[in-house]
């Protein structure tokens, strides 16, 4: 069951995203805490929807920059049963300042707008809502203008810079399957499907023949609405298809006075028969997997919209448009259910398909699903995987391909982006992504297929990519299936390159098997790729040693328990070995049986490391192999030195309490030393972080945030060093801890004037 809410709540930040405030924080349930995880950004973040599915709860935040939403900037938030969230895909911006307030009308705005697509038709009312668009780190309010557009068609986004009036952007939010469109009836799913071949079929401008009257199939049109009865039109719960007022008046709506819509080929009504039933029966198809919200309203289509050799899905007004060019599309099947497929994207992530990426996966979803409806609706087995036969044979090419696209290609990543052979081409790079989820349909069956990939999508951004949504099918796999699919799936996704080889092993989702004994090489980096993450099946009461060397400057090791969902909560910690320099090692002893997991972290710097996992036969006292035994403060992480620097009987190794104090040390025309003195001492300067604030003064005068050259040192332990270049004017400075391992202490904030 799908359930919206607009504005839930609004995590604040001041400066940042982090924590929830206070006051915020009773409101929200405990996956929320998850959203610790993010990188900081300016700004704020407003609950947009929760979605439910399968006992997976999907929370959907929008960034949110002086009261207004930030384009293009979300947050995904996945939370199978568990206390933590299991995957968070984060699509939000850093910015600099605050968004300048607009000084244009909206009627203004409007009129830019128009003015710019050549004062067009219009289909419906213009809709203009005020934004903020990120533009090389700094926002800039705009007015977000839709028109839906008579002629040409199309709806079209135009960002409209609420300073001056220029048109930022303009952007057809029109999603257009096919590069060729055209219009289909009751073939099921179109007439080269329903005879089985090529042969003796042409389209001969919509007239009929015998090999066309041979195909035809006699079906059922459930669920329309009888509020007009006797007379019944093709306006139903999940479909209402109309034509163009000439062809099936009034209004171009089709209706028989006793439901009769048997109607010929050449009939202008029969690819309003088609729409309907198509549209109708893949919805019906996606409740039967369980999907009670889906797209469950009512679907608009307009058959025989335009004479292009194009159809649409408009994500400005939610309508299907099935063309007319070459053989019309209202008679192919597949050609609607690929649009439908749009629509479908569309209601589960609203505007999907922002980034080039995710644009190539609604068009790969679109092929993919109209090749699995008529898989399991039109059972042979000569079944072929191609995707719009007939559409395609409408072109009259001398020598005809067998459709528009194939679903079963082998096409990866790195044969679909710019400079091959598709260029980046939305519908052909569409090809690597649907030809990923046909494999994985053969191999896990068709329904666990279908649901896997649908269920999937409610962990999407609309700037999502590849590589999300590989996560995403494996999240989804763990969610529905226990994961028992997600070896095979993260294999396949790895080997065509949907899945990112350096942002992954970063997750728990995502986490990579192994099986003892292990020996296992990898790379991390701080900055960029700082986190692995293995899946290792252990026994309760037998022993493991795991040893970790490798070359970054400061590396970390942490065991945590089975059924851990958020690769940072420090309540899953089950062991750590958190010591200074790349090498550590931890010898633990299984309470539980299950697959446990082992995060390989880089602190600091970045190379090369080795991982060995070898079962240990002697389990003793002293578990954590730190040299003392009863009486441990830590007994699960080494801490050797027993340090307790708030006397509270946990050991510094295993304790999140955390303090932070800053100083002035020296103070010059150009420069300050500030000293900040950090408890617990272990803590190494990837745990700390400056912030730096200088008074600006143009409208108003604020803090806003400053980057000047700053030096960080480590003269001993438990103390760091800045020393940051100054110019002239007002500063304010904060020093706060980062390591996720501990609370988030902040120090005093500092004033401070220079020159």
Known sequence: MLVRSLSVVTIAVVGAFCAPTAAASSALPGPEASLDRLPERTGSLRTAAVATSFGTRFVRYRQMLGGLPVLGSEVVLTDAAGVRGDLLIDRTRQLEGEPAPALLARTIAVRAALRRLGAPRLRAPAEATRAVLPARGEPRTVWQVVLSTRDPRGSFEVLVDAR??????????????????????????????????????????????????????????????????????????????????????????????????????????FEAVMAYFHVDRVQAYVQSLGFADVRDGQQRVLANDSDDDNSFYDLGTGEIGLGTGGADDGEDGEVIVHEYGHSIQDDQVPGFGASSEGGAMGEGFGDYLAAAVARTFVPSDSFDPCVAEWDELGFGNPAPIPCLRRVDGDLTAAQVGPGTACDAEVHCAGGAWSGALWDIRAQIGATTADRLVIQSHFSLTPGSDFHDGALALIAADNALYGGVHAGFIRALLLARGLLDDERLDDTVAAARPLALPAVVTGAIDASDDPHDVFAVPL?????????????????????????????????????????????????????????????????????????????????????????????????????????????????????????????????????????????????????????????????????????????????????????????????????????????????????????
């Open 539 to 755: 026994t309760a009461g037998q022993a493991v040693d795991v040893r970790l060397s490798g070359d970054a400057e400061e590396a970390d090791l942490r065991l945590l328990r089975p059924g851990t969902t958020d690769r940072d909560d420090p309540g899953a910690v089950a062991a750590a070995s958190e010591t200074t320099g790349p090498n550590e090692a931890i010898a633990f002893v299984p309470t539980a049986s299950g697959v446990h997991y082992l995060d390989v972290a880089a602190i600091v710097g970045g190379g090369a490391y080795r991982l060995e996992i070898q079962p240990d036969r002697r389990p003793d006292e002293d578990s954590d192999r730190d040299g003392v035994g009863a009486g441990d403060n830590c007994p699960q992480a080494s801490n050797r030195s027993q340090r307790d620097w708030d006397r509270d009987g946990r050991g510094d190794r295993c304790d999140r309490s955390a303090r932070v104090r800053l100083d002035v040390v020296r103070l010059g025309r150009r420069k300050a030393v500030l000293a900040a003195v950090v408890r617990p001492v272990h803590l190494g300067r990837g745990a700390v972080r400056l912030d730096t604030r200088r008074r600006r003064c143009r409208a108003r005068c604020r803090f806003v945030v400053a980057k000047p050259p700053t030096r960080l040192r480590r003269p001993s332990a438990g103390r760091f060093v800045f020393e940051v270049g100054l110019r002239r004017g007002s500063y304010r400075f904060r020093v706060r801890l980062v390591d996720r391992r501990h609370v988030r202490a902040r120090s005093r904030t500092l004033p401070i004037s220079a020159g």
């Open 164 to 269: 001056n009036g220029d048109v930022v952007r303009v952007r057809d939010l029109l999603r257009r399957a096919f590069t060729a469109s055209g219009d289909g009836t009751v073939f099921d799913t179109n007439p080269v499907v329903a005879q089985g071949s090529r042969t003796g079929l042409t389209d001969s401008d919509d007239a009929d023949s015998a090999a066309l009257d041979a195909a035809l199939t006699n079906v059922s049109l459930p669920r329309l609405d009888d509020v007009s009865a006797p007379t019944l039109c093709l306006d139903g719960r999940w479909a209402h298809v109309t034509v163009p007022d000439g062809d099936a008046p009034p209004a171009g709506e089709v209706c028989d006075a006793g439901g009769d819509f048997e109607v010929s080929r050449s009939d202008p009504t």
